[in-house]
Nanobody
Framework: QVQLVESGGGLVQAGGSLRLSCAAS????????MGWFRQAPGKEREFVAA????????YYADSLKGRFNISRDNAKNTVYLQMNSLKPDDTAVYYC?????????????????WGQGTQVTVSS
């Protein structure tokens, strides 16, 4: 089992920045990759970004490239999501997820473990 705890969400004005953190514990040696997804009210869960644990290859939703950046600290078993130039449309619950099976990191169904989510609200 892998446990994930997100932090760093909150309320920010449009144009501002936030950094989300996701700390992993448990069987972290089994993690193939980690990702961030978000879900706004009435909408489906949406891929945001992902990173391979070994090698650090990153993936982004096309619409978010250039504004969001995913990174990891292997020593701390933590993944970060730096979000810049935030827009009201970025308002959502952001979820951290981990995958151990080597599936594509872009699809939420491939993930084994999920955090509880952290709310990000961007005011106009």
């Amino acid at each position: 089992q892998v446990q994930l705890v997100e932090s760093g969400g909150g309320l920010v004005q449009a144009g501002g920045s936030l950094r989300l953190s996701c700390a992993a514990s448990g069987r972290t040696f089994s993690v193939y990759g980690m990702g961030w997804f978000r879900q706004a009210p009435g909408k489906e869960r949406e891929f945001v970004a992902a990173i391979r644990w070994s090698g650090g290859t990153t993936y982004y939703a096309d619409s978010l490239k250039g504004r969001f950046n995913i990174s990891r600290d292997n020593a701390k078993n933590t993944v970060y999501l730096q979000m810049n130039s935030l827009k009201p449309d970025d308002t959502a619950v952001y979820y951290c997820a981990a995958q151990s099976r080597g599936y594509s990191l872009l699809y939420y169904r491939g993930y084994d473990y999920w955090g509880q989510g952290t709310q990000v609200t961007v005011s106009s």
